[in-house]
Every structure is written in C-alpha cells, then in structure tokens.
C-alpha cells in the first residue's frame, strides 16, 4: 500500500507492480492537486472501474484495477 503521488507511481506501474489503484476524490474550494497519471501513456493506463464508495461530506473513493 502507498500513499500520495510520487516519482515511484511510474516505475510500479511501467513494470506491472500495481494489482489495484484506490484514488481518493477529496472535493476542495481552492487550490489543486497533483495529478496521479500526468505523464503516463494511454496504453500502459488500461484501468477498469471496480468499485466506488461516496462518503456523505463529498469524498468519493474509486477502486480501478488494470486489465
């Protein structure tokens, strides 16, 4: 399990190290995060959507796993 955004993110899924993305969808008023795919290729991010839990304050959890 990691957690943030970092370097490390593209090393793992290049080299197919990654069984399932949990992304944590925090709703904010200001500012921006970073964006966890910003330099990956489309076809190394071939992701389904497994599952979804909305929590009531907003944050949405989405669970995608690589095909």
Sequence with gaps: MKYGVTALDRTLLY?????????????????????????IEADKLDL???GTHRFANGVVILTYRPR
Excluded: C, M
């Design 15 to 39: 080299n197919g190290l990654v069984d399932e993305y949990s992304l944590w969808v925090i709703p904010t008023r200001v500012g921006q995060g970073k964006r966890a795919f910003a330099d």
């Design 48 to 50: 389904e959507l497994v």
